[in-house]
Every structure is written in C-alpha cells, then in structure tokens.
C-alpha cells in the first residue's frame, strides 16, 4: 500500500549522507494503466537454455487499475525430450509517473525531478524509462 512505500521512502531518506540523492528508474505504468488490457492470454515471449534443455518462455498478464496492480505469470515448458513445464507468477505494484511527486513529498523529499532516461532527457510518452531523482 501507499503508506508503506512512503515509510520505505522515509527510511532511504535517512540513510542518505546531507547532500546524497535517491535515482531510480522505473517503467512507465501509464502504458498499461490507461491500456484497455486488463487480461492478456498466454503469449510466446522467446526460448532459453538450461543444462542443455531448450524451453519456451510465454507470459501471461493481469492488470488490475484499481489497486495499481500488474500479474505477469511465466511459464517454461520444455521444447522437446518431455518434462514438466515450470510456471511462476510476479505481481508488480506500479506507481504513476504524476504521483511520485506527493509520495516522496510525504517521505520527506524537497525536490522530485522525472525524466525519460539517467541522461536526462525529458519524460514522454515514447520513453522505455522513467527516471526520478530525488532530494532531501
């Protein structure tokens, strides 16, 4: 929840040295927030290699807007020789490009700065990134 970023925040803020900055980038959850995607079938994403076993990589995904929640399940299944598929899901809590600026605000940053990239472009909508930086 929001409450426990902004004290996650609070406490990066504190460990950094007077005039240290918090960077991070992050993917633009706006692209999937405002999609009309809300469940996206199994989907081929590529193939890897383990131990000489070659296996398929699909995705599945699961946005739910309300809760600022991304579902992305991956399932392995091996290409041939049999086996059994291998199958694992992350949940991604996103944050929107125009919130950051209030959460770190409440976990007692003064400035907030977002681009499209750590040479600091601008943000836009074509933008694989965002970047925030942040100070105290």
Request: proline share 4%.
């Amino acid at each position: 929840d929001r409450m426990t970023l902004i004290r996650c925040l609070s406490q990066i803020g504190r460990m950094l040295s007077p005039d240290g900055i918090l960077a991070f980038d992050a993917y633009p959850a706006e692209i999937f927030h405002q999609s009309s995607l809300s469940h996206a079938e199994w989907d081929a994403v590529g193939e890897i290699e383990v131990d000489g076993q070659s296996y398929l990589v699909e995705e599945e995904t699961t946005v739910s807007r309300q809760a600022q929640k991304l579902r992305v399940a991956y399932r392995h299944t091996p290409v041939s020789g049999g086996g059994a598929s291998n199958q694992y899901a992350i949940v991604h809590h996103y944050v929107l490009l125009s919130e950051w600026p209030g959460l770190l605000r409440a976990a007692g940053f003064a400035t907030c700065e977002r681009y499209g990239g750590f040479d600091g472009r601008p943000f836009n909508e074509d933008a694989d990134r965002i970047v925030v930086i942040a100070s105290r």
